[in-house]
């Protein structure tokens, strides 16, 4: 059985910064090419960051570029986001994500690809 649990979200200030991360479980984690997305009501799931199952290469959605850092630690089964300069518009459920099979450069922000979610980590951010 596929488990990914996401943990690290709370409420913080406007500027601030949190770190999150997916404990996966139930697939061979160093093989899968990785993703967080992020929702706030009313809005769709949207893309926030990918990495390669080798972490060599890394991607971003546009809504957060140079502002969040994805990493992942195959040894532990961990996916990783940290996030600074957080704003109130990122208030959202962040969510994890382990796609079908695996991805190209230009795949990942694609949600329909992505096979395993986790429940969501809910971020709060206060003006």
């Known amino acids: 059985q596929v488990q990914l649990v996401e943990s690290g979200g709370g409420l913080v200030q406007a500027g601030g910064s949190l770190r999150l991360s997916c404990a996966v479980s139930?697939?061979?984690?160093?093989?899968?090419?990785m993703g967080w997305f992020r929702q706030a009501p009313g809005k769709e799931r949207e893309f926030v960051a990918g990495?390669?199952?080798?972490?060599?290469?890394?991607y971003y959605g546009n809504s957060m570029k140079g502002r969040v850092t994805i990493s992942r630690d195959n040894a532990k089964n961990t996916l990783y986001l940290q996030m600074n300069a957080l704003k109130p518009e990122d208030t959202a459920v962040y969510y994890c994500?382990?796609?079908?099979?695996?991805?190209?450069?230009?795949?990942?922000?694609?949600?329909?690809?992505?096979?395993?979610w986790g429940q969501g980590t809910q971020v709060t951010v206060s003006s």
């Open positions: 994500a382990a796609p079908s099979r695996s991805l190209g450069s230009s795949e990942y922000g694609a949600r329909g690809l992505y096979k395993y």
């Open positions: 990495v390669t199952w080798s972490a060599a290469s890394t």
């Open positions: 139930g697939l061979t984690f160093s093989t899968y090419d």
